[in-house]
């Protein structure tokens, strides 16, 4: 399935009490880089307020969180009614050595709306997001390697329930995406949704996943990354690459290259 555009974003604050505040400028819409879910949203660390910044800020893609009305904010999320979205946004505080109620949480939201222009998320909001992208990747890798998926959920003790998670949180993160007529546009997107749909898009038609032979990375990935930022599918390498990006390849010969000298000086 074709992939949406999102509504981009100049800035975004992030505020004391974890609230990311996103600035819109002139209207632009842009697009999530390719493998996304193998890259930028793998390496963020859902534990640091830093690396959550960086993610949504520095690539000014869009928003990570719901862009729905408050009542509904869990919608992208396998939480069926109120008291499953509490649970979940209370465990993710939790390992994150903080608390956060969904009461707590919805009054605040609406006082900082009242205060501030555009859809504000919290950084635990966005935690729970970040966990499912790299929870999802995991499965994923295993799956394509031949190792056990179930590995990839917390105390998750079989394929069944793996793959019963898997379809839970992709189809509730799909759920505007679902074929449909429609009068008016679609909802906007959101970065979680859109790399999950990557990443589903992947797993069904059957890419082939190999390992970055950059002996400092060693990264998952399918098409190697060219010097276009934004380029389309269809233009990244898929088949006889050994590396993620090119700047690995580089990094690589480097390393090769400086080995050789050195073997050659010492004669070896």
Known sequence: MAEPLLDSVDTVELTEDGWLLPQYGWYAATRL??????????DADPRSR??????????????????????????????????????????????NGRTMDIVDLEQEREMVMRRHHGWPAHVEEVAIRLRAVQALTRH???FQEGRPVEAAWRKCASPEDAWERFAQWANAALRDFHVRVLVNDAAPS????????????????????????????????????GRA???????????????????CARAQAERMRRRAKRDERNGS
């Open 33 to 42: 880089p390719a493998e996304a879910y193998l890259h930028e949203l793998a």
């Open 229 to 247: 930022r934004y380029a389309d599918k269809g233009t990244r390498h898929s088949t006889g690459v050994l590396y993620c990006t090119r700047l």
């Open 140 to 142: 994923l890798v295993a």
């Open 50 to 95: 830093a690396d959550l910044k960086a993610l949504i800020g520095l690539g000014c893609w869009g928003p990570l969180g719901s862009t729905v009305a408050p009542h509904d904010a869990y919608r992208d999320l396998p939480a069926s009614n109120p008291t499953a979205w509490r649970r979940a946004l209370a465990e993710t505080a939790a390992l």
């Open 190 to 225: 959101t970065v979680y949704a859109v790399a999950i749909l990557q990443l589903v898009n992947d797993l069904s038609e059957g890419e082939t996943f190999r390992r970055c032979a950059n002996e400092t990375c060693g990264r998952p990935f399918v098409r190697q990354r």
